[in-house]
């Protein structure tokens, strides 16, 4: 098993940026690919962006796309999700989950974080 923990979020006014972190404890994070998640007051849990094990193929939804990097660094067992130009709707509780890539981007995943929260400001 694997155990995550989100870190990173905060409040940001509208363009600045934000650098989000998932740490892994456990078993090795390059066994899995990751994902990265949000849930809005009031909304449903939606997928943002996803990265295969070995980092090669990333993936994003299309409201990120451009301004939103996923990365991750296998040997400090850490994926992290840069977050640039942020808007006001970017506003959620981000989750980062492990699982494989077909399984994240259906939103399904047996290993979640707690969540951290980004907040920003118009």
């Known amino acids: 098993q694997v155990q995550l923990v989100e870190s990173g979020g905060g409040s940001v006014q509208a363009g600045g940026s934000l650098r989000l972190s998932c740490a892994a404890s456990?078993?090795?994070?390059?066994?899995?690919?990751v994902g990265w998640f949000r849930q809005a007051p009031g909304k449903e849990r939606e997928f943002v962006a996803v990265?295969?094990?070995?980092?090669?193929?990333?993936y994003y939804t299309d409201s990120v796309k451009g301004r939103f990097t996923i990365s991750r660094d296998n040997a400090k067992n850490t994926v992290y999700l840069q977050m640039n130009s942020l808007k006001s709707e970017d506003t959620a509780v981000y989750y980062c989950?492990?699982?494989?890539?077909?399984?994240?981007?259906?939103?399904?995943?047996?290993?979640w974080g707690q969540g951290t929260q980004v907040t920003v400001s118009s």
């Open positions: 456990g078993r090795t994070l390059s066994s899995y690919a």
């Open positions: 989950a492990a699982d494989t890539q077909r399984q994240l981007v259906r939103g399904r995943s047996d290993y």
């Open positions: 990265i295969s094990r070995g980092g090669v193929r990333t």
